[in-house]
């Protein structure tokens, strides 16, 4: 696909949804089945208005159906599904059109998702799409009849396994989704959309507390230390501030985060992307709350040059100042989040560090804890 954007200084190639790619595959399978006629490329509608061309990998006619196939163009994005093939059989029907999915398509097992529980997981956009694009064909070939498309990923139940998939209640295969039918590569958009997918599953499980980890750390820790299952949470890796946001847009009473002091130190200046490219000021922070703990200057003057803050916290703990300076970066953290969530939402943190073996809870944290534990045992 030739659409580039910038990231940086970074030129960066577009690439298509898997949504757009079953959109593409499906018409040319019907412009096959109504003309036998095969296409090269199938032109799209995206979500947008615009139309985008994209190229047919394969077409074949049987006696009752036609197959075409795309191969999924992730441009410069580094995208699991990048590469794979996807494809669409339609049939002719009396009426109406049938979209259903099949070797390699997951199904929904978990309320909360885009589909119902029990449907293939075809988002509700591709499906639009998917309409659109034979609808189109149908008024060009003066067609008055239905189509039941077929939506195939033969890789799907293999790639699927090194998704989020099976966590979020999708089973047996990939998704088919895109919100815009284009891919933007490194986009932050689909990681958030992610976040909330997980975070509404939670919700109409009937859970009232959020509860957010920021990785593998965070997870391992759950494990050792609270007796919550890893299910039970929802990863929000960098992006803090945007899950706190979902946790509220979904009406969660309560949100408890729960991460290694090494990202978690960037709250404490307010810092709600964690991301290194974003913003740092890990030992900025570690300094000023060290000049409010009355930790000498000269003790300070060594803080700047750590890399990590497990050795700035050993400088801390060397000169006798650690307790102090970690308390008041617990209060800093909470004050942060307190303002993120304003008066609409409770919040805690729990805070850890395994190398100096601590753990810091703001105020409500041992309380929103208790409350999980019991939903979890209910």
């Known amino acids: 696909m030739k659409r580039y954007i910038y990231k940086g ?30 296409v090269g490329n199938s032109e799209i509608l995206l979500p947008n208005g615009e139309k985008i061309p994209i190229p047919i990998k394969e077409s074949h006619l049987t006696e009752h159906s036609a197959i075409c196939s795309v191969i999924k163009d992730s441009g410069d994005d580094p995208d699991i599904t990048n590469g794979i093939l996807i494809l669409a059989e339609v049939f002719l029907i009396p009426e109406e059109t049938e979209i259903l999915g099949g070797k390699g398509i997951g199904i929904v097992t978990k ?20 309409k659109t694009a034979l609808q189109e064909i149908a008024e060009q070939h003066e067609y008055h009849g239905g189509f039941r498309i ?25 998704s088919i989704i895109g919100t815009t039918g284009i891919v933007e590569p490194m986009s932050n958009s689909a990681l958030i959309e992610t976040i909330r997918t997980e975070a509404n599953i939670r919700r109409k499980e009937g859970c009232e507390i959020l509860l957010l980890t920021l990785g593998n750390y965070s997870e391992q820790f759950l494990k050792m230390h609270l007796p919550i299952p890893e ?29 290694h002091i090494g990202k978690m130190i960037k709250l404490g200046a307010g810092i709600m992307n964690t991301h290194s490219h974003i913003a740092d000021g890990r030992m900025e922070t570690l300094v000023t709350c060290g000049i409010l703990a009355d930790v000498p200057v000269p003790v300070l003057q060594k803080i700047p040059e750590c890399v990590t803050v497990d050795a700035a916290l050993d400088i801390l703990k060397s000169a006798g100042y650690l307790e102090q300076t970690l308390s008041i970066v617990t209060q800093r953290i909470e004050s942060h989040l307190k303002a993120r969530t304003g008066d609409t939402t409770e919040i805690g943190a729990v805070i850890f560090s395994y190398q ?14 208790q409350h999980i534990r019991e939903e979890v045992s209910s």
């Not at 309320?111 to 529980?117: A, C, E, I, R, Y």
């Open 111 to 130: 309320p909360g998702l885009d589909q119902p529980v029990g449907e293939y997981a075809i988002n509700s956009v591709p499906r639009r799409m998917i």
């Open 9 to 38: 200084t970074k030129k960066l190639r577009c690439g298509y949804t898997t949504g757009s790619c079953a959109a593409a595959a499906s018409k040319a399978a019907a412009e096959l089945l109504l003309t036998g006629c095969p």
């Open 356 to 369: 100096h073996d601590i753990i810091l809870k703001t105020s409500l944290a041992d309380d929103l804890i």
């Open 150 to 174: 077929v939506i195939s990923v033969p890789d799907g139940e293999e790639i699927a396994k090194k998704t989020y998939n099976p966590r979020m209640g999708i089973q047996g295969g990939i």
């Open 231 to 259: 299910e039970r949470s929802v990863c929000c890796s960098n992006f803090i501030g945007e899950a706190i946001d979902i946790g509220i847009s979904l009406n969660f009473s309560r949100i408890l985060l729960i991460g």
